[in-house]
Each structure stands twice: as structure tokens, then as C-alpha cells.
């Protein structure tokens, strides 16, 4: 600090004119001047040590102006919460009548921290005490900020009415009721409650909402006087249902309410007003009489009038039926041609019977003709949802959806389509949501709710800790104005976790990393957690396996926040290397060689392949990704060494998978490294890694390598086979023992390319036109009567038979069909995918014999199945070798001339 700026602080503070002695003469242009200082000494880099010169001063003289300014600017802009010396000198403008240096110093204020809740607060009262319309402005960003402020969010609610935007209105007036539910404002809260089931009383959701809450932190009492007044709406505008399902809520609170009771009577009669036996029913449930339990009458209530003639019905045995005629307690039920009328007893009824609405969708399938609901369910996809998600009481899964459709309505093919479209309507359409207490189950509302509700919903039913933290990600990148309270109960769930713990597991660190994400999006939060992320780390015993546990969607980055903080810690290069092998980004390499850590990547890159086992997927990584990087290469690993140390890891991690450990993450290791070795990938096509580094190779090291892979018995045959051809193309009289070069027994049934397209196409038209083409064939038959005398029907019915047979056997043979590689192709033996000239000692000729699969023999063509009596006796034969066998008492004497790759 320059020895002018500080004897300019000290002179100010001594002047008079600078205290609050000389206030009245104090102006904006005072305050600037201070601001022009502030500004050289952030410029020489000394704002702290004016600081302290000023706090020095504060402990004398309480009201200097100077010293506060200065020591509150500097704090403000280091990012401290402590804002008193600011708002000291507010105060002592404020009482001598300095409101244009208030208004001044909070736009100071604002300008280094907008988010500011005393300079809001400070300036929004000027502004309405001049009666400036910048106060709404002002308003706004004051309830988004701050979570508990209720009045504010009234008077603005309020403001929009009397404008007629609704949709702000209404959105306002949420706002406050809820945060005088949290607050136990009666008063208020009552007011909120009225203006909203004025205004919006459709939005039940909402409503039971506020119930609950009110419920859970006032009492059960004052939220069903509440829900009273909601009732008056859904009563007189003939809404029964819900109507009736409010009275059901205050009869839980309390059934001995009179007042609801008698309520839900009239109810009933409102919702059954055209069934004959309402009065009776009515009195034999003694629902009118205050000494039967209310639930109980209820209950018997609705037993007896879903048992009322013109319902529908469901019997186990019978299916669907119609109540025809009602007399005293029995019942005539109409099932249809097939099951006939039957007479029951109501009590009978009430146990053997599901009462079934008139849109149930198994009412629709029992009445509609099934061409004409299918081409309804497929043009008509949200209607078909909401009729089965509302026949099962209003909650129902993906499983139960497609259980109702296929094959009843559509069929396996149809409902794929379906379903997808059907996903995108359940996931955007606000009339569809989920049970609040089970994610996996829909629901249908009688209006739309906001997106706001929607996820809120979903938070709620989803019970998986790391699925919540995707649905509060999504509110935070979905919503606008993440400010009301269905987001900071949200928020709420993961502070949780970090006011108290015992032991670091994935759920605190997820949590202190997702609280740390929100807090960057809306600062006006502010995390509960008394500790740091080093202090977090440091009690974090496996940071490798902490790290895994980390759940990723399309949604967060909690892997990425994670290293982000570790790079922050002061041991971040030692914590880098650690995490690597798990982590497997080259990003952390880059910044470690950026920093000049070079030996201890390089010492990573060592131990990686010297201790492959457990740096087996730091090995892989380092071969597949690093080679060409100049670090790499200075860790000395020989090229052989490279490929010696992968074959040894994929055999280690074969023996541990034929040992059931670590099965999944041990078989992508294979994939990994065997696709590195064998089948790698570059912008010239696919390499053959290892056989490029055998041929370029003695002999030695070439049966050395070779016997190394070929000992690895669970490799896949087709590689070996690209080595011995690869080999025997550079060395043809190059020996292999006996056991090498015998063709293993494939795993499925070996087809060429060719044919697997041929029998797929066929499959295909089975399924989809031959299939379906006889299906309608035999309908037709059907529908011509006596079935024992109709020729066409029975041979309808036979080629159907054939057709299904025949696609059966083809479907199998499909799923086990492996396609040859014509790469792999050795002409060292006999064996799939070549041709084999014999001479035939019993007639005295020559053949020419190719061997491929079943599906391409062709006894005319000379090409035989490796699987057929023949094929097999020839299979593993050497050219110069003679062989003599019987087949069905017919003898065979060949000596093989020559073998050569087929054309395939």
C-alpha cells in the first residue's frame, strides 16, 4: 500500500467533516469520492489493509462514516456475510433524513451483490415511501430470494388481480399460503385459503397439498374446517366424486362430524339420483344414524348401490356381466351367450363380484367389437390410458397397461410402437401424473397441474436416493423460478443428511455435492453443513469405491463434481493418481502433466502393468489411449511387455469370472482388452494388433506369443484362428502341435452372412404376412358355420399349424446362429468355410467337397454341413491324410489332395 492512500484514509477519518458531526453537510458525491478510493486500493491491492486502519477506527468512534463505508464495501466484495457496518450506516442516514444517500449506498450495494436481502429490503422501502414503481421490481426478487417472506408475495398477488393476469395473481397467492402455513399465520392463511378456492377451485391437488402441510405442522382440526369451504364448490357445481372423497378426509379427522355425515348423504343422492333403490339402500346402511360407525355405513352403502340393476359387474369364472333386474336381495346378472344368466343373492354378489364402471376397460372389450376398440386405442392413445389407468382405482402400472392391450386388442408388434408414444404422453401431458407413494404407478387428474406439482409428485413417490436427486436436477434445469416450496422441501431432503451423520457413505457426499450445485443456481440458499469437502474427504475410507458408488443420469454429474472438489484439495496430485485406475479420465493426466507432475504418472503407467492385477483396467486404459504420449513412452514399457501384460489380464479375469467373482465388470475388462489385441479399431479399419507385432517378430518370440494366447482356453477360437492363418501366410511350414490346430466345437450353429439375411427375411414374412394372411383365412372359415363339415376351415387350420411349426424351428435356429468370419478361415485342416478335393478309393475318383452350415447344404452343389454324418468324419483332416469310416452301413475310403478357403 502506497504511503499516499494510506495518510489520505487516516486524514479523512481524523476530519470532521467525515463523521457524523458533519452529516448534514454529507452528499453522493462524498460517498463517490470513497468509491474512487476503494478503487485505487483494490488497484495496489491493499483493500484489507485500509480495512483494518478503518476497523481500528470503528473500535473509538462507532459512527464514522468513512470507516464504514470502507470496512463494509470490503467485506461485502471478499464475498462476507457480515454486512453490520453497512447497515450501521444506513441507519444513521435514515435518522438524518439522507434518503438519497440511502437510495444510493443500496444500489452500491446491489451492484457488487445483487442478490443482497437488507439493500433489497432498504431500497423497496424507499421506493414505496416515494411511491416509485421500480418497487414491484424490487418486490419480486425479494420473494424469489427469500423463501419465508409471505406478505410480500400477497401484495403482489394482489397487484397482478387488480391487472388481471391471473396466472401471476394466482401463482402469488400460492406463494403466501404456503409460506403462512409454514409460518402459522391463521389469520393470513385463512384469507390465502379463500381468495384461492375462489379463484382456482379446480386445482384439488393443490388444495390437498396445503391440507396436508396444514395438517402435519397446525392441526387435522383447522385444515378440515378449511376443506369445508373447498367442499361448498365441488357440491354445488354436481362434482361428486370429489366432493365426496373431501367429506371421506374430515370423517378420517374426525367421524363424529355430523355436519359431514349428513353432507355425504346428500351427496349420494346427488350421484345416484337415477337408481330406483337410493332410499332404501340409504336407510338399510343406517348411514343416517349417528350410532353406526360412519366407515362402516359408508362401506355398506356403496356395496348395495354398485349391485343396482344396469351395472356392470366381473365373476372370476364368468367375466362380465349385467345386472338386468334387482328384486329384494336377489340379483339377475346377464354374462353373456357364452356364460349364460344367473340368479345371485346381494350378499353372494357383495363377495363373488368386482362392481365394474360403465368405461371400465373391461366393459369396453366385453361390449365394443374388438376391430373397432383396437382402432380407437391406437389413434386415440392418451383416452386409452386414462380408461385404464381410471379402471383400476385411478392407479396403475406399465405392466397392467399392456397386460389390458395384448394380445386382447393389439398385438406383440403394435403395442411396441404404442407404448413408445404412450411413454411420451404419460411423462408431458399435466393430466397424467404419479401416486405421491409409488413412482412406478399413474394416475389421472380432472385438471392439469403445473410442471412445478408434477415433479414435486414424483419426488415424493420416488423412494431410490439417487432418482431424486435426477428429479431435482431436472426441477432445477426445467423451472424457471425455482422459489416455491414444493423445491425447497426438496432441498430440504439432502441437507438433511449433512446436519447430522455418523458415518461418510455415498448418500452424505452425494448430498453435499447436489446442496453444493443448487447453492451455486440459487445462492439465496444456503447449505446447513458445518464442514468443508476436504473435511468430508478426509473421513471418506475408499475414495476409489466412493467414487463408483456416485450414480449418474442424464441429469447429474455427481462423478464430475466429485474430482472437481478433489482438485481443489491441497494433496490433489497424490489424490489423482489414487482415483485414476478407477476413475480412467485422461483429463486427470492432462492436468497432472499441466502441473508438472510427470514422475509420478509415469510411476502410475509402471505399476500399472507391473501390478496388473490390481491395475488391470488402468493397463488396459493406458494400452488403448496413451501409447503415442511422450510421458507414456518414457515409463519404459517394451512393446511386448504391453502385450504379454494384457493376454495375462485376460486370462486372470476369465479364471475369476469361472469363479463367479466380480462376473460383470471382469467380462467388459475381456471385451476391452480382446478388442485391443485382436479386433482394434482404427481409421484404417480394424488391426490385428498382436499378429502385426508376431510377424514383425523372430520365430521364437512368435511361437513364445502364440503358445501364451493359445493357452488361454477360454478365448474365443476365431482369434486364435487369425493368428495361425496370419502365421502360416509369412511361414507356411511353420509347426503348430496337434492340439493347436484342431477346430474347436462351436458354441451355436456357425451360418454365413448371406444366409442369416435369407432365413431373417423369411422369419420375418412368416410372422408378419403368412401367419396373419392364414389367421384371417381361418376366421372366414370360421364364420361359415358347422365347423366338423367345413373342408376350408380344417385346412385353414392345418397350413396355420405348418406356418407355426415352421417358424417355431426357424426362431430357434436364429437365436442360436453365429456368423462365420471369412477372416478366420484355415485351410491347415478341414474344417467350416473351406473346400476339400478328396480322392475316393472305392469309385476312383475325385471330389470336391465344401464344408459350410445346415442351412447352406446342397447335396447337387458338393456342399455339405459340418454338422451331418459326413462333414463331421472329415472335419480336422490334413491334407495327405487318409481316412476310412461307414455311414448307415455305406463305407467311405477318401485321402485328402488339398484344402482351400471356400467362396463364401
Same mark, same amino acid.
Given at each position: 500500500?502506497?504511503?499516499?492512500?494510506?495518510?489520505?484514509?487516516?486524514?479523512?477519518?481524523?476530519?470532521?467533516?467525515?463523521?457524523?458531526?458533519?452529516?448534514?453537510?454529507?452528499?453522493?458525491?462524498?460517498?463517490?469520492?470513497?468509491?474512487?478510493?476503494?478503487?485505487?486500493?483494490?488497484?495496489?491491492?491493499?483493500?484489507?489493509?485500509?480495512?483494518?486502519?478503518?476497523?481500528?477506527?470503528?473500535?473509538? &468512534?462507532?459512527?464514522?462514516?468513512?470507516?464504514?463505508?470502507?470496512?463494509?464495501?470490503?467485506?461485502?466484495?471478499?464475498?462476507?456475510?457480515?454486512?453490520?457496518?453497512?447497515?450501521?450506516?444506513?441507519?444513521?442516514?435514515?435518522?438524518?433524513?439522507?434518503?438519497?444517500?440511502?437510495?444510493?449506498?443500496?444500489?452500491?450495494?446491489?451492484?457488487?451483490?445483487?442478490?443482497?436481502?437488507?439493500?433489497?429490503?432498504?431500497?423497496?422501502?424507499?421506493?414505496?415511501?416515494?411511491?416509485?414503481?421500480?418497487?414491484?421490481?424490487?418486490?419480486?426478487?425479494?420473494?424469489?430470494?427469500?423463501?419465508?417472506?409471505?406478505?410480500?408475495?400477497?401484495?403482489?398477488?394482489?397487484?397482478?388481480?387488480?391487472?388481471?393476469?391471473?396466472?401471476?395473481?394466482?401463482?402469488?397467492?400460492?406463494?403466501?399460503?404456503? /409460506?403462512?402455513?409454514?409460518?402459522?399465520?391463521?389469520?393470513?392463511?385463512?384469507?390465502?385459503?379463500?381468495?384461492?378456492?375462489?379463484?382456482?377451485?379446480?386445482?384439488?391437488?393443490?388444495?390437498?397439498?396445503?391440507?396436508?402441510?396444514?395438517?402435519?405442522?397446525?392441526?387435522?382440526?383447522?385444515?378440515?374446517?378449511?376443506?369445508?369451504?373447498?367442499?361448498?364448490?365441488?357440491?354445488?357445481?354436481?362434482?361428486?366424486?370429489?366432493?365426496?372423497?373431501?367429506?371421506?378426509?374430515?370423517?378420517?379427522?374426525?367421524?363424529?362430524?355430523?355436519?359431514?355425515?349428513?353432507?355425504?348423504?346428500?351427496?349420494?343422492?346427488?350421484?345416484?339420483?337415477?337408481?330406483?333403490?337410493?332410499?332404501?339402500?340409504?336407510?338399510?346402511?343406517?348411514?343416517?344414524?349417528?350410532?353406526?360407525?360412519?366407515?362402516?355405513?359408508?362401506?355398506?352403502?356403496?356395496?348395495?348401490?354398485?349391485?343396482?340393476?344396469?351395472?356392470?359387474?366381473?365373476?372370476?369364472?364368468?367375466?362380465?356381466?349385467?345386472?338386468?333386474?334387482?328384486?329384494?336381495?336377489?340379483?339377475?346378472?346377464?354374462?353373456?351367450?357364452?356364460?349364460?344368466?344367473?340368479?345371485?343373492?346381494?350378499?353372494?354378489?357383495?363377495?363373488?363380484?368386482?362392481?365394474?364402471?360403465?368405461?371400465?376397460?373391461?366393459?369396453?372389450?366385453?361390449?365394443?367389437?374388438?376391430?373397432?376398440?383396437?382402432?380407437?386405442?391406437?389413434?386415440?392413445?392418451?383416452?386409452?390410458?386414462?380408461?385404464?389407468?381410471?379402471?383400476?382405482?385411478?392407479?396403475?402400472?406399465?405392466?397392467?397397461?399392456?397386460?389390458?392391450?395384448?394380445?386382447?386388442?393389439? &398385438?406383440?408388434?403394435?403395442?411396441?410402437?404404442?407404448?413408445?408414444?404412450?411413454?411420451?404422453?404419460?411423462?408431458?401431458?399435466?393430466?397424467?401424473?404419479?401416486?405421491?407413494?409409488?413412482?412406478?404407478?399413474?394416475?389421472?387428474?380432472?385438471?392439469?397441474?403445473?410442471?412445478?406439482?408434477?415433479?414435486?409428485?414424483?419426488?415424493?413417490?420416488?423412494?431410490?436416493?439417487?432418482?431424486?436427486?435426477?428429479?431435482?436436477?431436472?426441477?432445477?434445469?426445467?423451472?424457471?423460478?425455482?422459489?416455491?416450496?414444493?423445491?425447497?422441501?426438496?432441498?430440504?431432503?439432502?441437507?438433511?443428511?449433512?446436519?447430522?451423520?455418523?458415518?461418510?457413505?455415498?448418500?452424505?457426499?452425494?448430498?453435499?455435492?447436489?446442496?453444493?450445485?443448487?447453492?451455486?443456481?440459487?445462492?439465496?440458499?444456503?447449505?446447513?453443513?458445518?464442514?468443508?469437502?476436504?473435511?468430508?474427504?478426509?473421513?471418506?475410507?475408499?475414495?476409489?469405491?466412493?467414487?463408483?458408488?456416485?450414480?449418474?443420469?442424464?441429469?447429474?454429474?455427481?462423478?464430475?463434481?466429485?474430482?472437481?472438489?478433489?482438485?481443489?484439495?491441497?494433496?490433489?496430485?497424490?489424490?489423482?493418481?489414487?482415483?485414476?485406475?478407477?476413475?480412467?479420465?485422461?483429463?486427470?493426466?492432462?492436468?497432472?502433466?499441466?502441473?508438472?507432475?510427470?514422475?509420478?504418472?509415469?510411476?502410475?503407467?509402471?505399476?500399472?502393468?507391473?501390478?496388473? /492385477? %490390481?491395475?488391470?483396467?488402468?493397463?488396459?486404459?493406458?494400452?488403448?489411449?496413451?501409447?503415442?504420449?511422450?510421458?507414456?513412452?518414457?515409463?519404459?514399457?517394451?512393446?511386448?511387455?504391453?502385450?504379454?501384460?494384457?493376454?495375462?489380464?485376460?486370462?486372470?479375469?476369465?479364471?475369476?469370472?469361472?469363479?463367479?467373482?466380480?462376473?460383470?465388470?471382469?467380462?467388459?475388462?475381456?471385451?476391452?482388452?480382446?478388442?485391443?489385441?485382436?479386433?482394434?479399431?482404427?481409421?484404417?479399419?480394424?488391426?490385428?494388433?498382436?499378429?502385426?507385432?508376431?510377424?514383425?517378430?523372430?520365430?521364437?518370440?512368435?511361437?513364445?506369443?502364440?503358445?501364451?494366447?493359445?493357452?488361454?482356453?477360454?478365448?474365443?477360437?476365431?482369434?486364435?484362428?487369425?493368428?495361425?492363418?496370419?502365421?502360416?501366410?509369412?511361414?507356411?511350414?511353420?509347426?503348430?502341435?496337434?492340439?493347436?490346430?484342431?477346430?474347436?466345437?462351436?458354441?451355436?450353429?456357425?451360418?454365413?452372412?448371406?444366409?442369416?439375411?435369407?432365413?431373417?427375411?423369411?422369419?420375418?414374412?412368416?410372422?408378419?404376412?403368412?401367419?396373419?394372411?392364414?389367421?384371417?383365412?381361418?376366421?372366414?372359415?370360421?364364420?361359415?358355420?358347422?365347423?366338423?363339415?367345413?373342408?376350408?376351415?380344417?385346412?385353414?387350420?392345418?397350413?396355420?399349424?405348418?406356418? &407355426?411349426?415352421?417358424?417355431?424351428?426357424?426362431?430357434?435356429?436364429?437365436?442360436?446362429?453365429?456368423?462365420?468370419?471369412?477372416?478366420?478361415?484355415?485351410?491347415?485342416?478341414?474344417?467350416?468355410?473351406?473346400?476339400?478335393?478328396?480322392?475316393?478309393?472305392?469309385?476312383?475318383?475325385?471330389?470336391?467337397?465344401?464344408?459350410?452350415?445346415?442351412?447352406?447344404?446342397?447335396?447337387?452343389?458338393?456342399?455339405?454341413?459340418?454338422?451331418?454324418?459326413?462333414?463331421? %468324419?472329415?472335419?480336422?483332416?490334413?491334407?495327405?491324410?487318409?481316412?476310412?469310416?461307414?455311414?448307415?452301413?455305406?463305407?467311405?475310403?477318401?485321402?485328402?489332395?488339398?484344402?482351400?478357403?471356400?467362396?463364401?
Amino acid at each position: 500500500m502506497s504511503e499516499e492512500l494510506e495518510n489520505s484514509v487516516r486524514e479523512m477519518l481524523k476530519e470532521e467533516t467525515w463523521t457524523r458531526a458533519g452529516i448534514s453537510n454529507f452528499t453522493k458525491n462524498n460517498l463517490m469520492e470513497l468509491a474512487e478510493l476503494l478503487e485505487k486500493a483494490h488497484n495496489q491491492n491493499c483493500e484489507y489493509e485500509i480495512k483494518d486502519i478503518c476497523d481500528q477506527q470503528l473500535a473509538h &468512534t462507532k459512527d464514522s462514516i468513512v470507516a464504514l463505508y470502507i470496512s463494509g464495501m470490503v467485506s461485502l466484495h471478499s464475498g462476507s456475510i457480515d454486512t453490520s457496518a453497512l447497515v450501521t450506516l444506513t441507519e444513521i442516514f435514515e435518522k438524518n433524513h439522507k434518503e438519497a444517500l440511502v437510495e444510493y449506498l443500496c444500489q452500491t450495494i446491489l451492484d457488487e451483490d445483487s442478490q443482497n436481502k437488507f439493500a433489497l429490503r432498504k431500497l423497496a422501502e424507499y421506493y414505496k415511501e416515494t411511491n416509485d414503481d421500480k418497487v414491484w421490481e424490487l418486490y419480486e426478487k425479494i420473494v424469489k430470494l427469500d423463501f419465508e417472506e409471505a406478505d410480500i408475495a400477497k401484495i403482489l398477488a394482489e397487484r397482478y388481480e387488480s391487472q388481471g393476469n391471473m396466472e401471476a395473481a394466482v401463482s402469488y397467492y400460492k406463494k403466501a399460503l404456503l /409460506r403462512y402455513v409454514a409460518a402459522k399465520n391463521l389469520g393470513a392463511m385463512k384469507e390465502m385459503w379463500s381468495k384461492l378456492v375462489n379463484l382456482i377451485p379446480e386445482e384439488i391437488d393443490f388444495f390437498m397439498l396445503v391440507q396436508r402441510k396444514i395438517a402435519k405442522t397446525i392441526s387435522e382440526d383447522k385444515s378440515a374446517l378449511l376443506m369445508q369451504e373447498l367442499y361448498s364448490y365441488y357440491k354445488n357445481t354436481a362434482k361428486w366424486d370429489t366432493a365426496i372423497g373431501i367429506l371421506k378426509l374430515i370423517l378420517e379427522i374426525d367421524n363424529k362430524d355430523a355436519w359431514a355425515r349428513k353432507e355425504i348423504i346428500e351427496c349420494f343422492r346427488g350421484k345416484y339420483s337415477d337408481r330406483v333403490h337410493l332410499d332404501e339402500y340409504i336407510v338399510s346402511s343406517n348411514l343416517n344414524q349417528s350410532y353406526r360407525n360412519v366407515f362402516e355405513a359408508i362401506s355398506d352403502f356403496e356395496k348395495h348401490i354398485a349391485f343396482d340393476a344396469k351395472n356392470y359387474v366381473f365373476h372370476r369364472t364368468w367375466g362380465v356381466g349385467i345386472i338386468t333386474k334387482v328384486e329384494g336381495d336377489m340379483l339377475t346378472i346377464n354374462f353373456g351367450k357364452k356364460n349364460g344368466v344367473h340368479p345371485m343373492s346381494l350378499k353372494m354378489a357383495v363377495n363373488a363380484l368386482q362392481p365394474l364402471s360403465r368405461d371400465h376397460i373391461w366393459v369396453l372389450k366385453a361390449t365394443k367389437k374388438r376391430e373397432d376398440l383396437a382402432k380407437k386405442v391406437k389413434q386415440e392413445i392418451a383416452w386409452t390410458l386414462k380408461t385404464i389407468i381410471k379402471s383400476f382405482d385411478n392407479n396403475c402400472d406399465e405392466k397392467r397397461i399392456k397386460a389390458e392391450l395384448v394380445p386382447a386388442i393389439l &398385438t406383440p408388434g403394435e403395442w411396441t410402437s404404442w407404448h413408445s408414444k404412450a411413454q411420451k404422453i404419460l411423462s408431458s401431458d399435466p393430466l397424467f401424473g404419479v401416486n405421491p407413494n409409488d413412482i412406478n404407478l399413474y394416475t389421472v387428474r380432472d385438471h392439469e397441474i403445473s410442471r412445478e406439482e408434477r415433479l414435486a409428485n414424483e419426488f415424493k413417490a420416488e423412494k431410490q436416493f439417487f432418482s431424486r436427486i435426477d428429479i431435482m436436477m431436472r426441477y432445477l434445469n426445467e423451472i424457471e423460478d425455482p422459489s416455491d416450496e414444493q423445491f425447497t422441501d426438496m432441498f430440504s431432503y439432502f441437507t438433511g443428511y449433512l446436519k447430522a451423520f455418523s458415518n461418510v457413505n455415498e448418500q452424505i457426499v452425494a448430498s453435499f455435492l447436489v446442496v453444493q450445485e443448487i447453492i451455486k443456481r440459487v445462492p439465496s440458499l444456503e447449505s446447513p453443513a458445518k464442514f468443508t469437502f476436504a473435511e468430508l474427504y478426509s473421513d471418506i475410507d475408499n475414495p476409489r469405491e466412493m467414487y463408483t458408488l456416485l450414480k449418474d443420469s442424464k441429469n447429474t454429474s455427481l462423478k464430475a463434481a466429485f474430482i472437481a472438489n478433489v482438485r481443489l484439495l491441497s494433496d490433489w496430485d497424490d489424490q489423482y493418481i489414487n482415483l485414476f485406475p478407477t476413475v480412467l479420465d485422461k483429463k486427470l493426466l492432462s492436468e497432472l502433466i499441466a502441473a508438472g507432475k510427470n514422475e509420478k504418472v509415469i510411476r502410475l503407467v509402471q505399476t500399472s502393468f507391473a501390478d496388473y /492385477r %490390481n491395475y488391470r483396467n488402468a493397463a488396459v486404459y493406458f494400452f488403448a489411449e496413451c501409447r503415442n504420449e511422450p510421458w507414456f513412452k518414457e515409463a519404459g514399457i517394451a512393446d511386448d511387455k504391453q502385450l504379454v501384460t494384457l493376454v495375462n489380464i485376460i486370462s486372470l479375469c476369465f479364471r475369476e469370472v469361472n469363479n463367479h467373482v466380480n462376473t460383470v465388470e471382469n467380462k467388459k475388462t475381456i471385451k476391452a482388452a480382446v478388442s485391443l489385441l485382436f479386433a482394434n479399431k482404427t481409421e484404417n479399419g480394424v488391426k490385428n494388433t498382436m499378429l502385426d507385432f508376431m510377424l514383425s517378430s523372430d520365430k521364437t518370440t512368435i511361437t513364445h506369443m502364440y503358445t501364451m494366447v493359445n493357452d488361454v482356453r477360454e478365448l474365443d477360437s476365431v482369434y486364435k484362428a487369425q493368428l495361425r492363418n496370419g502365421i502360416l501366410g509369412q511361414y507356411p511350414d511353420f509347426k503348430f502341435q496337434e492340439a493347436e490346430i484342431k477346430q474347436d466345437a462351436p458354441k451355436g450353429l456357425l451360418v454365413t452372412a448371406k444366409m442369416l439375411e435369407i432365413k431373417r427375411a423369411l422369419a420375418e414374412d412368416l410372422e408378419k404376412v403368412q401367419l396373419p394372411k392364414v389367421a384371417e383365412e381361418v376366421s372366414d372359415a370360421r364364420a361359415k358355420g358347422d365347423l366338423k363339415e367345413n373342408a376350408e376351415y380344417t385346412s385353414a387350420k392345418e397350413a396355420q399349424h405348418r406356418l &407355426t411349426v415352421q417358424l417355431t424351428k426357424l426362431k430357434e435356429e436364429l437365436s442360436r446362429a453365429v456368423v462365420f468370419d471369412p477372416t478366420t478361415v484355415t485351410t491347415s485342416t478341414v474344417s467350416f468355410g473351406t473346400a476339400v478335393t478328396l480322392d475316393n478309393h472305392i469309385s476312383g475318383k475325385e471330389e470336391i467337397l465344401t464344408i459350410l452350415g445346415p442351412w447352406e447344404s446342397n447335396a447337387d452343389q458338393g456342399i455339405i454341413s459340418y454338422l451331418s454324418p459326413l462333414g463331421n %468324419n472329415l472335419l480336422n483332416l490334413k491334407a495327405g491324410e487318409h481316412a476310412e469310416f461307414t455311414i448307415n452301413d455305406h463305407k467311405y475310403d477318401y485321402t485328402v489332395k488339398a484344402i482351400t478357403a471356400a467362396r463364401m
